[in-house]
């Protein structure tokens, strides 16, 4: 069967935008500041510490489905070092994970007709930081549509990128 929107691609084919990247390593922020090992409640940095160093307590390393955000042509002519990503998330994922537990969040209803709602504004483009991408039926990559969420968005190194690729 054909799927005229994805295809696999050896590990030698050059990174473009639109790539989807399962597992990608990111290097990212935690909510919390790490103190002693611990989660503190705040990001307070104490008196003693320089900011640095409360900055690198909130450093983590995370695993994250992404797709490439970065521009084809300035990854072609390797005009950038850093290759900018979102993460993407499994469309039944999304809805129980972070939209359901959102609105329960906010006190609003979670019914067939309210996810009925919400993903007709993703997938018509009228919600700004979501964006539904399509489903894949290739053989061995075979996925349920996705979420591409636009609140994070993650810079990763071209070069650490594309030798993670070729792994």
Same mark, same amino acid.
């Given at each position: 069967?054909?799927?005229?929107? /994805?295809?696999?691609?050896?590990? @030698?084919?050059?990174?473009?935008? +639109?790539?989807?990247?399962?597992?990608? &390593?990111?290097?990212?922020? #935690?909510?919390? *500041?790490?103190? $002693? +090992?611990? @989660? #503190?409640? @705040?990001?307070?940095?104490?008196?003693?510490? &320089?900011?640095?160093?409360?900055?690198?307590?909130?450093?983590?390393?995370?695993?994250?489905?992404?797709? !490439?955000?970065?521009? *084809?042509?300035?990854?072609?002519? +390797?005009?950038?070092?850093?290759?900018?990503?979102?993460?993407? /998330?499994?469309?039944?994922?999304?809805?129980?994970?972070?939209?359901?537990?959102?609105?329960?969040?906010?006190?609003?209803?979670? $019914?067939?007709?309210?996810?009925?709602?919400?993903?007709?504004?993703? #997938?018509?483009?009228?919600?700004? $930081?979501?964006? !539904?991408? $399509?489903?894949?039926?290739?053989?061995?990559?075979?996925?349920?549509?996705?979420? *591409?969420?636009?609140? *994070?968005?993650?810079?990763? &190194?071209?070069?650490?990128?594309?030798?993670?690729?070729?792994?």
């Amino acid at each position: 069967m054909s799927d005229a929107w /994805y295809e696999v691609v050896e590990a @030698s084919t050059r990174l473009t935008q +639109g790539d989807i990247i399962f597992d990608c &390593p990111i290097s990212t922020w #935690a909510e919390e *500041a790490k103190v $002693n +090992g611990a @989660s #503190a409640a @705040s990001a307070e940095v104490p008196e003693a510490t &320089p900011q640095t160093e409360a900055l690198k307590k909130r450093h983590e390393i995370i695993a994250e489905d992404v797709i !490439v955000m970065t521009q *084809a042509c300035d990854l072609e002519h +390797g005009k950038v070092s850093d290759v900018v990503v979102c993460p993407h /998330y499994a469309l039944s994922y999304f809805r129980e994970h972070i939209w359901k537990p959102d609105q329960e969040r906010k006190q609003q209803k979670t $019914n067939s007709e309210t996810w009925q709602k919400h993903f007709k504004g993703m #997938a018509d483009g009228h919600l700004w $930081n979501l964006c !539904v991408v $399509n489903s894949s039926a290739i053989e061995g990559h075979a996925m349920e549509h996705r979420v *591409a969420d636009f609140h *994070a968005i993650y810079t990763v &190194p071209r070069d650490f990128l594309e030798s993670l690729l070729k792994e």
